[in-house]
């Protein structure tokens, strides 16, 4: 018997990493991307030269621009950038299959995490989140890695774990989908701040109390929002956390890195094809955060480097003199 196909809304590096281990134990995967170039290249040459280079794609995997060629799917995995996920889904005709989404943000216009947003737009279908330490290239060369799969209930669990899980490609159990999210949203803002870090050559300490301290607040936003604080030191806080802030492979580290050598944030933005998702997140983060009384700092401070508020070396100096504080 075949096995059930799976969908994947989103044709960019994640998403078409995620559609490339999905089809890796033979079963059929409909890919929906924005670009019909893009779902030419995949269908024809096997290929998404764009967004994930060097990757001969599995041809099991067939794409669409249609979203109603996913509808009647079991499992749809979302992979939109966050600031689209609500419209793109909007556009999805109904169904009863598990969304699971993996992108990773906060809306901007709402303040809402993409579980608020995905439950306005595509009302009535099952819900759960995707995310962890998962370079896209990485999962696209079957190397080993581990997620948490926040789902609302065992019996989603039972249903969709044995669709996702692989060989190399683990995913955890877990309920917190709220701490989930927040743990992937915060993480983007927070290796910004960390590539600046990296920009400023100002060493291997600094950035390891970067991360520390960025992990406190990160903490601090979760826990006042309703996330457990288990889920924060898990793969899709920490764990995440630790693998952005460490590797120029990450777009939101080297945008920070880029800032920190000086260069304007639009100007960075303005070159790219891909998402940082940190610069859109940061300043809706800012504000519900400041809305809850959660301080912030880092997080501040990097909304302050995208404005063009402050010099990198200065904003920087502020963080250090702030009056010192219990840890
Ligand atoms: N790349 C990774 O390694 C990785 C890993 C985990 C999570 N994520 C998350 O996955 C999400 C998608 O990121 P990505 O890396 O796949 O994207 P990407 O940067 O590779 O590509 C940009 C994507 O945006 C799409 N897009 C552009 N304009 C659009 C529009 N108007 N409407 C809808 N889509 C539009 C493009 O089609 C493309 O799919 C993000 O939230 C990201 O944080 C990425
Ligand atoms: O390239 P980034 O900074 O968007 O990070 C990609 C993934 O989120 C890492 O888990």
């Known amino acids: 018997m075949s096995k059930q196909a799976v969908g994947v809304i989103g044709g960019g590096a994640w998403g078409t990493a995620l559609a490339q281990m999905l089809a890796s134990d033979g079963r059929a995967v409909r890919l929906w991307a924005f670009e019909a170039p893009v779902v030419e290249e995949v269908n024809a040459q096997h290929r998404n030269t764009p967004y994930l280079a060097g990757i001969d794609l599995n041809p099991g995997i067939r794409a669409t621009t249609d979203l109603a060629d996913l509808a009647d799917l079991p499992m749809l995995l979302v992979v939109t950038p966050a600031q689209h996920m609500r419209r793109v889904l909007a556009g999805l005709p109904q169904g009863e299959g598990d969304l699971v ?138 764990g995440d956390l630790v693998l952005t802030c460490s590797s120029m492979s990450s777009r939101n580290f080297s945008l920070g890195k880029a800032l920190g050598e000086g260069r304007k944030a639009a100007d960075v933005l303005a070159d790219r094809a891909t998402v940082a998702e940190g610069a859109f997140t940061a300043p809706v983060l800012q504000r519900v955060a400041k809305a809850r009384g959660v301080a912030m700092p880092i997080v501040d401070t990097v909304c302050a480097l995208l404005a063009g508020q402050v010099a990198a070396g200065d904003a920087v100096a502020a963080l250090l003199a702030r009056p010192l504080t219990a840890e």
């Open 101 to 238: 989404l993996c992108c990773k943000g906060i809306e901007e216009a709402t303040g809402e995490l993409m579980v608020d947003a995905a439950r306005a737009a595509a009302p009535g279908r099952p819900l759960a989140v995707l995310s962890g330490p998962t370079f896209a290239h990485e999962v696209a060369n079957g190397q080993p890695t581990a997620v948490t799969l926040a789902c609302e209930s065992e019996a989603q669990w039972d249903r969709i774990a044995p669709l996702i899980w692989r060989p190399a490609f683990r995913p955890y159990f877990s309920t917190d989908i709220i701490g989930a999210e927040i743990g992937g949203a915060v993480k983007n803002v927070l290796a910004i701040a960390c590539g600046v870090v990296e920009g400023l050559r100002l060493g291997q300490n600094a950035r390891a109390a970067l991360i520390a301290r960025g992990f406190a607040e990160m903490t601090r936003f979760g826990l006042a929002c309703g996330a457990q604080a288990e889920t924060l030191s898990g793969l899709s806080g920490l």
